[in-house]
């Protein structure tokens, strides 16, 4: 099947008992039992039910994996993963990662004995000096947040194969429209399911995409034990983000690189990171692990007070934290979604006082680059 029809449809089937064609919301805490130990193979809504598994089963196809195991946010998600360690373990993760990924790593897991090494994982050789005996999972993003560097996914998945190491990846940005990254060697997929697969601001989780069948055991294991899961009219919400996923995706796609190229002749910019630029540093590569570059920017204006000027003064872009949604938003990484990684790592990382990040929105392009520009020459 082709990934629309996939999105659409796998995953859920019509209502067995109405026909509906949409998964209903079982908004149920428990569930009868027919006779003691029998059962319809729901027991307790925390463990098993019928609209988050629909939701499963859907994501898992999408990304090509095993299993799928839905969670309350992408960061309860991220946390299962890093619960399939144990003290001892050591850990590679992109440098350029989620202020969020960087607070859980150093002020949660660090506690419970796991060590951290952050590299630019778009280079190999960075890679493979960080392994040490003890390396037990490789944790990426590409394009990383919010400077978009592009991992050697290609070449860091034959190393993790080669030394029987877990190599997972936050495909957050780009969603498995443009990017799945299962089949170049990732164990483990994670999502904020929040961002491109809900789609529309209206939902916060996450979901942990797993290809061998020990991992998918132990997460799911972890899901009924931990109790973050998603809600079933959460789940209801991101099912329906998915049926449009291929059609939205094209049009952030579409509206990024337009708006990318304005940016980037624009002379109150002094530097656009976008992978769909042909002197992004790793274009070439992005244009062959991806089937496109999506509607994640991040641009530098040299300063805080560019970088206010431009937030203070945008009309139809959002200034609010997240992204993936319908509606253009706008923000300034450095005291919001990377707040929590120090100032010196940020700067030495490129995430300045003067860069601002945009997720292009799905409106009319022309409508988004008006606002800009008119931001832009209050600088």
């Excluded at 194969?161 to 997929?189: C, H, Q, Y």
């Excluded at 002094?270 to 769909?276: A, D, E, M, N």
Aim: include cysteine.
């Amino acid at each position: 099947m082709g990934f629309s029809t996939l999105a659409i449809h796998a995953g859920q089937e019509p209502d067995p008992t109405t026909g509906a064609v949409i998964t209903p919301i079982y908004q149920t805490s428990t569930y009868v039992q027919e006779a003691l130990g029998q059962h319809k193979g729901f027991e307790y809504a925390r463990t098993q039910n019928p609209t988050r598994l629909a939701l499963e089963k859907n994501l898992a196809a999408l990304e090509g994996g095993l299993t799928a195991h839905c969670f309350a946010s992408g960061m309860s998600a991220i946390h299962a993963v890093m619960m399939l360690l144990k003290a001892g373990d050591h850990v590679i993760v992109s440098d350029n990662t989620y202020g969020g990924t960087y607070r859980l790593c150093e002020r949660v897991m660090r506690q419970f004995g796991l060590d951290f090494s952050y590299v630019d994982t778009s280079d190999i050789a960075q890679v493979e000096a960080a392994f040490r005996p003890e390396t037990k999972l490789i944790f990426l993003e590409t394009p990383t947040n919010p400077v978009m560097q592009i991992a050697d996914l290609e070449a860091i998945g034959r190393l993790t194969k080669d030394r029987g190491i877990r190599l997972a990846m936050d495909n957050t940005f780009m969603s498995p429209f443009f990017l799945r990254p299962i089949e170049w060697g990732a164990d483990l997929v994670v999502h904020s399911t929040t961002k491109y697969l809900n789609g529309h601001s209206d939902s916060v989780g996450g979901v942990v995409v797993s290809t061998l069948a020990e991992d998918a055991e132990r997460i799911g294991f972890l899901q009924n034990a931990v109790g973050a899961i998603l809600s079933p009219f959460d789940s209801f919400l991101v099912l329906r983000g998915t049926k449009t996923l291929a059609l939205r995706m094209k049009q952030h796609d579409a509206n990024g690189r337009m708006i990318a190229g304005f940016l980037a002749e624009h002379p109150k910019v002094r530097k656009v990171y976008y992978p769909g630029l042909g002197d992004h540093p790793q274009h070439e590569r992005a244009k062959k692990l991806m089937s496109g570059f999506g509607g994640m920017i991040a641009f530098d204006l040299g300063s805080l007070s560019g970088a206010r000027a431009v937030l203070d003064n945008v009309r139809l872009c959002s200034l609010a934290e997240s992204l993936g949604g319908v509606e253009t938003l706008i923000s300034h990484p450095a005291t919001m979604t990377h707040a929590s990684v120090p100032a010196a790592k940020r700067e030495q990382l490129g995430i300045t006082d003067g860069l601002v990040r945009i997720s292009v929105g799905v409106e009319d392009v022309e409508d988004i680059i008006a606002d800009l520009d008119q931001a832009l020459n209050r600088i």
